[in-house]
């Protein structure tokens, strides 16, 4: 009897860790770049700035959402990825 | 149908086997290519470290990405988020400047200026402070937790991670002004967000260099997986001449060369010596940073035994079949070319940009309100950016809204070179005028001096939106 479970070992754990952290963050920093381009935190949340929030914070905290977001869908993407024989 | 459990077993082994990384310990090689990665360590990161401490003019630091302010300082230059295109175009020639040394001369970028290989290279150097050569540093990962052990691993993570944290400082010091974060180290009263970028950065080149080391060359760096595309026949490559080295072999030094071997003695110098843990002599692969240390191990070798260099040289692959070397050829003419016209075209663009930027804001309080003559008023603000390197007075226009008034709070606004100044202006319109809840208008300032000097942004006038429901 033979195993139908393909053999795609090949890929070590640290590189799907990488492939998850590394292109979200990646993307995440493009899009933050786009983002504030377009508009200053002033524009986007001129309520939160008003309150002496600072930019930095407004900054990294949206930074950190992106990257947070990216990374969900990058996780999912790898969870996919694995061969559907395994579910079975 | 059902898996026996011994196969169930080997298949869960076979599952768990996630290609095991081996420790790589690098040997340490002294050579020509040695001396120049040391040479291009210092330069790179002595301007990383040094960098941000150079002010230009008083005051004002020379390199300052500062994000909170929305401005780059770039020595005399100052870009706003409107020059983007300037970023997008120095980003496009790094890279095209990437392609041609790419094509003429492989990975030289790896090897010598990524910041992967610089940093990894004071890491490897302070492993060695602490822990001594190659042989010394396997014997230690074998031993038993003894108090020796336990200092020299102690030691060597302290140090790394000190290292790191001044990286991290120096990073975050490009974006916020580094003398002011400075001085509020010994009190610990930077901001919150700075002390967490600080530490994030320090993690990073502590993960990066201390522990993931090649792995990042081979998992992370995408020009690792693309820069084959650029290498062609005559681009120089670190190879092992085969037809000079097999068979390898074993050997008395001093004795005459065994008639049935090569060149190569097979002492596995230039396998200890890689720091990502391939056999140079397998021919050509992507795990190979071509940092030479390859070569600096055989040159040595070579030479103790008298025997020529350049077993395992800087070559290409036309030059290994005798076809000579071709710097010049198409692709590095047409790599050439792009990068010089998109570098005339950016200089171009520098030259005749126009040096006043307007972002035009609302004011935060109200949406509208009633004019003291019935009228409806927004109130926006003019964020006017004078980028020139003189002092000008601006005034402010409307346009796309036929009927309506302008009414700044002053008739000019002043901004000296480099200024960001706020101009506050009302619009207003008659409310039969209005016919939708949001009018698009457009808002400029012109330099009283210069009409050419001009710039606008579109905005929209608000009206209650009851007076349409």
Known sequence: MTSNIPDNDEVPLIQRIIAILWPSFLAAGAAMILLFVV?????????????????????SVTFIFLWATTLFACALSCYFMRPCSRCN | MSMSDDELRANQDHDSLYAKRENIY????????????????????????????????????????????????????????????????????????????TAVGGRLWCGYACPQTVWT???????????????????????????????????????????????????????????????????????????FWIFFYAFATYGNAGWLREQVCIYMCPYARFQSVMFDDNTLTISYDENRGDPRGTRKRGKDKPADKGDCIDCGLC??????????RNGMQYQCIACAACIDAC??????????????????????????????????FVYTGILLAITLLMLASLLTRIPVGVDVTRDRNILYREAPNGDLENVFVLKIMNQDNKAHNFVVSMEGFEGAVVDPEQPEFHAESGEVIEAPVRVRAAEKLITERSTKIHLRATATDDPKLTDGEDARFIAPGDWFN
């Open chain 2, 299 to 332: 040159e040595e070798v070579m030479d103790k035994m008298d025997y020529d260099p350049g077993l395992i040289r800087y070559t290409t692959l036309n030059e290994m079949s005798g076809k000579g070397l071709h710097i010049f050829r198409p692709r590095v």
């Open chain 2, 121 to 195: 290279e004071v890491f490897l150097w302070m492993e060695r402070k602490f822990e001594g050569s190659r042989p010394k540093q396997i014997k230690l990962a074998k031993m038993p937790w003894n108090r020796e052990k336990i200092i020299k691993k102690g030691g060597k993570h302290v140090a790394w991670v000190v290292f790191s944290l001044w990286t991290g400082f120096t990073f975050v010091g490009y974006f916020t002004p580094i003398r002011d974060l400075w001085a509020q180290i010994p009190g610990w009263n930077m901001g919150p967000w700075e002390t």
């Open chain 2, 26 to 101: 690098p040997r340490e090689v002294h050579g020509i290519f040695a001396r120049w990665r040391i040479i291009m360590v210092m330069l790179t990161l002595g301007i990383y470290y040094i960098l941000p401490w150079i002010n230009w003019g008083v005051g004002r630091q020379a390199i300052l990405f500062d994000i909170p302010n929305r401005k780059f300082n770039i020595f005399a230059l100052t870009l706003w988020p409107q020059d983007l295109i300037y970023l997008s175009a120095i980003l496009i020639i790094s890279a095209l400047a990437l392609f041609l040394f």
């Open chain 2, 271 to 280: 396998v200890q010596a890689c720091p990502t843990g391939i056999d140079i």
């Open chain 1, 39 to 59: 508009f200053s935190p002033d524009e986007l949340l001129p309520e939160l700035r008003a309150t002496g929030v600072s930019n930095m914070a407004i900054y």
